[in-house]
């Protein structure tokens, strides 16, 4: 089991409250990710969970008893950070064995459980191997390994991914996606990162300055965002936020509107702009339009005929608009 309840739990530095009472379930099993800006109390919370940070109030309930006071090898979690902790001179097999030689578990145990760990990271050739030995997806995989070997019931990840090049941090996105799959573990994953929220998540917990702004699936979140930063959060290209006369004429006091829900046309439509920067992907066309109201982005898909400096309309799809009033909260 590893069902978490967060219950109006809440941190301070000295007089500087970071965490404002938080109240969170998160179900057995479930992959939830934390995501919000830097320095919103993302890894904060998470060592909270841990046991690795005092909290200054609430409770902390693991599979429905009080967590609140247990040292962190009591929780019966594992944590995994974005610098992977490896001892240079253990090899593979060592250093995720180390957990079970530090609890004097007998040598053949250990051996089974480090075997079938690195049969599910695909790491059983590198056993022999030194970290150095490893690339850096492959050095994330043994402190995931690690993790594994203790059977614990709940993964912590803290950015795990971030000293990672692009195109690993995509492998490895893939990969702990699929290792959730096979473990049915609950995971809780830290990150900035919108898109690996949105691509790995059952549930999406969204912080900002210590708050939840809204807890959702990932297309719950896109459809239906709650208020203007979750709105401006979440999807990319960002939302565009159209404030005044545009925004009046629909009843609202800021209008939103997804760049892949702008229509453009060269004739006719809406809002009438000048092309400042057309990015051709191939499989999309990325459109930055100057407009009377403001800087608006489009997404296109395809490769489109369009080019800096050529003058478009801008037409939003009405039945898709976010509406926002004077405070941010979307309207009904
Ligand atoms: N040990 C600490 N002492 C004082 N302030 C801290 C400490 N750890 C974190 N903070 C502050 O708490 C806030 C949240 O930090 P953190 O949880 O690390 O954010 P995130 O992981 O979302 O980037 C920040 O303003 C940070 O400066
Ligand atoms: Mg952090």
């Not at 075997?115 to 492959?138: F, H, I, K, M, W």
């Not at 708050?211 to 719950?220: F, N, S």
Request: net charge negative; glycine share 10%; aromatic share 6%.
């Amino acid at each position: 089991m590893g069902q978490i309840t967060l219950r109006e739990v809440r941190k301070s530095f000295g007089a500087t409250e970071v965490i404002p009472p938080l109240s969170l379930e998160i179900e057995d099993g479930e992959f939830v990710v934390f995501v919000g800006p830097s320095g919103c109390g993302k890894s904060t919370l998470l060592r909270m969970i841990a046991g690795l940070e005092d909290i200054s109030g609430g409770q902390i309930l693991i599979d429905g008893k009080d967590a609140s006071a247990l040292p962190p090898a009591r929780r019966g979690l594992a944590m995994v950070f974005q610098s992977y902790a490896l001892y240079p001179h253990m090899t593979v097999a060592k250093n995720i064995a180390f957990p079970l030689r530090m609890a004097g578990m007998p040598a053949e145990e250990q051996d089974r459980l480090v075997e079938n760990a690195a049969r599910v990271l695909n790491l059983t050739d590198y056993l022999d191997r030194r970290p150095g030995q490893l690339s850096g997806g492959q050095r994330q995989r043994v402190a995931i390994g690690r993790a594994i070997v203790r059977k614990p019931e709940a993964f912590l990840f803290d950015e795990p991914l971030s000293n990672l090049d692009a195109a690993l941090r995509v492998n490895m996105r893939l990969e702990i996606t699929e290792l959730h799959a096979k473990l049915e573990s609950t995971m809780i994953y830290v990150t900035h990162d919108q898109v690996e929220a949105m691509t790995m998540a059952d549930k999406i917990v969204i912080l900002h300055a210590g708050r939840i702004e809204q807890v959702g699936t990932p297309l719950d979140l896109y459809h239906n965002p709650r208020n203007l930063f979750v709105a401006g959060f979440i999807g990319s290209p960002k939302m565009n936020f159209i404030s005044g006369a545009p925004a009046a004429a629909y009843g609202a006091h800021t209008i939103g509107v997804r760049p892949e829900h702008l229509d453009v046309s060269t004739e006719a439509g809406l809002w009438q702009g000048r092309v400042t920067v057309a990015e051709h992907l191939g499989s999309d066309t990325f459109l930055h339009v100057q407009t009377d109201h403001g800087q608006l982005n489009a997404r296109l898909q395809g490769d489109i005929d369009v080019y800096h400096g050529d003058t478009v309309w801008l037409t939003p799809n009405e039945a898709i608009m976010h509406r926002f009033d004077a405070d941010g909260l979307t309207m009904k």
